[in-house]
């Protein structure tokens, strides 16, 4: 699509924002209006036709040699509806962007709520992480759940703060190495 003009890329953005899979035939199909498509895209019919027939023409410069480089097909022929050749590949790209922003508004989301805990919920949030569990239950409780997985916290911030054990021998501290 090289060189191809704007029309192309902007009819080919609405085949892909707006393609849909037909059950009936097992392909990703979608409608083109010439009339309502030049409105939304805001070009004259005559471009939007232009632009339609040079998706649906053999393209020998294309990266895919699925119907010859075709990326529209009429579908049935003479109808506004026509085939995406390529719409499965189309439609794991749109769905890989809206993971990607799926997540994003997720860890944003996560960001928030821990921000708004209080303290001794944090704590309890970061010793069940900490314990390797992957989700903290909120429950009326935070202080008895915060009890209770405190007192494994105090061990492990005992052992902390505990001097390290000489592993080098009565009497040695770790000056020299002798032998025991």
């Keep these: ?3 191809a003009g704007a029309g192309p890329f902007a009819v080919m953005g609405y085949v892909i924002a707006h393609q849909d899979f037909d059950r009936a035939s097992s392909k990703w199909v979608v409608r083109l209006n010439p009339t309502l498509l030049s409105t939304i895209l805001g070009e004259n019919e005559s ?12 393209d020998q410069k294309s990266g895919s040699s699925d ?11 003479g109808s506004m509806e026509y085939w995406v050749v390529n719409g499965e590949k189309y439609q794991a790209m749109r769905e890989y962007e809206e993971r990607k922003v ?3 508004e ?4 996560h960001r928030e709520k821990l921000e708004a805990m209080t303290p001794e919920q944090l704590q309890v949030y970061i010793a069940a992480k900490e314990a390797g569990k992957k989700k903290v239950r ?3 409780g935070w202080v008895a759940r915060a009890g209770e997985i405190q007192g494994r916290t105090e061990g492990v911030a005992a052992a902390l703060e505990a ?6 021998g009565p009497g040695n501290d770790g000056g020299e190495l002798t032998k025991q």
Excluded: W
């Design 163 to 168: 001097p390290a054990p000489n592993h080098f």
């Design 47 to 58: 471009v939007i036709n232009d632009s339609v027939t040079y998706l649906c023409s053999v």
């Design 106 to 109: 997720a860890q944003t989301r």
């Design 67 to 77: 119907e010859c480089g075709r990326r529209l097909v009429p579908f049935p022929p």
């Design 138 to 140: 909120k429950t009326k």
């Design 1 to 3: 699509m090289i060189g």
């Design 102 to 104: 799926q997540n994003r």
